[in-house]
C-alpha cells in the first residue's frame, strides 16, 4: 500500500507534470487572440488608465488590474505572456485540490494531487492555455467554495468578497451567488453575505472616483455587443446550442463530453439520494452548482469560444467531489469506465472527425503546432526598427494585440477595444489583421485611399498581418 508521503511525492510529481504539458501547449496549441486583448488592457491600466473612465471596456476591471501589478513592477513582458497564465493555472491547480479535501474528505491525498493537476489538461482541451477572464471567474468562485461553512456567519461575509470580485471579474460570475443563497439559514447570514458583496464594488467604484455618468455611458458599448453577439435573442440562442455547439463540442472534445457526462450522471445520482433523505437545502446546493455549469457551458450558443467552458470547472468540483461520498464506489467507477470508453472510441475510431473549431484535427497541435512563439518575437522586433517609439499606431483587428503587449505600447485608439474595424484611420501607421474576412478588403480600400501604404506584411497562423505607413 502506498503510504501518504509516497502518495503526496507521486501527486506533486504529476501535478508539476500538467504544468508543464499546460507550458508546452501554451507554445504548440491553438493562440486565442483573446490572451493578447487583455494583456494590452493590463498594459494600459498599468500606465495609469482606467477602464470606463479613460476609455470604454466590455467587462469589469478587476482581474485586468491584478494581471496590471507584475507590468507596472517592470517585468518582462516576454516573460509575463507565458508565465501569467501559467500562474493562474497552477493556483487555481492547487485551490482545486484544496476544495476537494474539503468536500471529499474521504479520499486519498494523490486523488487530490490528480484533480488539481487535471485543470491544467481541462484547460488544454478547453482553450485555457493562455491568458482569459474565466481563470478569475474560476479562481474567486474556488476561493468561495473553500471558505463556505454554513455554521460561521463569517464565513458568508468573505463569500460575498470572493463573489463580487468573480463579477468584477466578469458579469457572469454574479451566478455565484445562486448556491450560497439556498443555504441562508439566518438574517445575520444574510446581511453579512449583502456587505460582502457591497464592499468590493465600492473599492472598485472608488478606484474610478464614482464617475456614474462614465459607467452609465459604457453600458451602450455592452449593449452594442450583446446585440451583434445575440442579435436573435435568447430562443435562437438556445436552438444555437443544441443543433451546433452539442454537436460542435462532441466532436472538438470527446473527452470533455465526456466529463460532463459522468458529472451530470453523478450529480444526478447524488440528487435522487438527498431526495430519499429529505435533505431539501442539501439538494438545492447541487441542483444549483448543477445548473450554473449548465449556463456557464451554455452561454458558448452566444459566441462559440471553448474557453467559455473553463467556468464550469467549479461546478464539475464540487459536484464530483460531492458524489464521492454519496454513491457507491461501484456505482462510480461503472459511470467513470463508461466515460473513458465514450471518450476513447469517438476520439480514436473518428479521429479524422473529430475536429477543433479551427477544423483541425484534434492531435495536430503536436504534429503542426501553432507558430507563435516562433511568429511574435520577431514581428514586435521589426516594430522597435520600423517605427520609433513615439509613433502613433491604429490597431485595427484583435490578433496582433500580442504584439503590442511584448513592445510595450498602446494602439492610440485603445478606447475601441471591441470594435475596433470600425476605428477611424489616423495615425503614423495603420496595423491590419487579414484572415480572409470581407470587412478587412474593404478596411483595406479605405486605407489606401486615406492615404497609407503596405509597408510590412507578416503571414502569421491566423493570416496576414499588415502594416501601413504614409509616404
Same mark, same amino acid.
Given at each position: ?127 485555457? &492555455? ?71 464594488? *465600492? ?99 452566444? &459566441? ?5 467552458? *473553463? ?84 490597431? *485595427? ?75
Amino acid at each position: 500500500m502506498i503510504t501518504k508521503p509516497q502518495q503526496t511525492v507521486l501527486g506533486s510529481i504529476f501535478f508539476a507534470g500538467c504544468l508543464f504539458l499546460i507550458l508546452c501547449d501554451m507554445f504548440r496549441g491553438f493562440w486565442d487572440h483573446d490572451g493578447g486583448f487583455y494583456l494590452v488592457q493590463s498594459l494600459a491600466i498599468a500606465r495609469g488608465f482606467r477602464p470606463f473612465i479613460d476609455y470604454p471596456s466590455l467587462y469589469p476591471p478587476l482581474f485586468n488590474l491584478l494581471n496590471a501589478i507584475p507590468m507596472y513592477l517592470g517585468i518582462d513582458h516576454a516573460i509575463l505572456l507565458w508565465a501569467l497564465p501559467l500562474f493562474w493555472i497552477g493556483v487555481i491547480g492547487l485551490l482545486t485540490a484544496l476544495c476537494w479535501k474539503k468536500y471529499s474528505p474521504q479520499s486519498s491525498v494523490l486523488t487530490r494531487w490528480l484533480i488539481g493537476g487535471g485543470f491544467a489538461l481541462f484547460c488544454i482541451d478547453f482553450g485555457g &492555455n493562455h491568458l482569459t477572464l474565466e481563470l478569475g471567474v474560476i479562481f474567486f468562485a474556488l476561493l468561495s467554495l473553500w471558505q463556505y461553512d454554513p455554521q460561521k456567519n463569517n464565513s458568508f461575509f468573505l463569500i460575498g468578497c470572493w463573489v463580487a470580485c468573480a463579477f468584477l471579474v466578469k458579469q457572469m460570475g454574479v451566478l455565484l451567488l445562486l448556491p450560497f443563497l439556498t443555504q441562508l439559514r439566518t438574517v445575520q447570514q444574510g446581511l453579512l453575505l449583502w456587505v460582502g458583496l457591497m464592499l468590493p464594488l *465600492l473599492m472598485c467604484l472608488a478606484w474610478l472616483d464614482f464617475d456614474v455618468a462614465n459607467l452609465v455611458a459604457n453600458l451602450a458599448l455592452i449593449k452594442r455587443y450583446v446585440n451583434h453577439t445575440a442579435p436573435q435573442g435568447i430562443l435562437f440562442a438556445m436552438k444555437q446550442f443544441f443543433s451546433v455547439v452539442m454537436l460542435t463540442e462532441l466532436r472538438r472534445s470527446p473527452p470533455g463530453m465526456a466529463l460532463f457526462f459522468v458529472t451530470y450522471l453523478m450529480s444526478g445520482l447524488v440528487c435522487v439520494r438527498l431526495m430519499k433523505r429529505r435533505a431539501i437545502r442539501e439538494c438545492l446546493w447541487i441542483a444549483a452548482w448543477g445548473v450554473i455549469g449548465v449556463i456557464y457551458f451554455g452561454m458558448r450558443a452566444i &459566441n462559440n469560444c471553448p474557453h467559455y467552458t *473553463l467556468n464550469c470547472w467549479a461546478s464539475i468540483v464540487i459536484l464530483l467531489a460531492t458524489a464521492t461520498g454519496l454513491v457507491e464506489l461501484r456505482i462510480r467507477q461503472w459511470i467513470w469506465i463508461s466515460g473513458l470508453l465514450f471518450a476513447v472510441f469517438f476520439t480514436f475510431h473518428h479521429y479524422h472527425h473529430v475536429r477543433d473549431l479551427q477544423h483541425n484535427l484534434y492531435f495536430s497541435r503536436w504534429s503542426h503546432p501553432n507558430k507563435l512563439a516562433a511568429f511574435i518575437k520577431p514581428m514586435s522586433s521589426d516594430f522597435n526598427s520600423l517605427l520609433p517609439n513615439d509613433a502613433t499606431i491604429t490597431q *485595427l483587428g484583435m490578433e496582433e494585440f500580442v504584439v503590442f503587449f511584448l513592445i510595450d505600447r498602446l494602439p492610440i485608439n485603445k478606447g475601441g477595444f471591441l470594435y475596433d474595424i470600425d476605428a477611424p484611420i489616423i495615425g503614423d501607421a495603420i496595423l491590419l489583421t487579414d484572415y480572409g474576412q470581407s470587412t478587412a478588403l474593404e478596411k483595406k480600400k479605405a486605407i489606401i485611399k486615406a492615404g497609407y501604404y503596405p509597408f510590412k506584411i507578416w503571414q502569421s497562423s491566423w493570416g496576414k498581418i499588415i502594416l501601413f505607413k504614409q509616404p
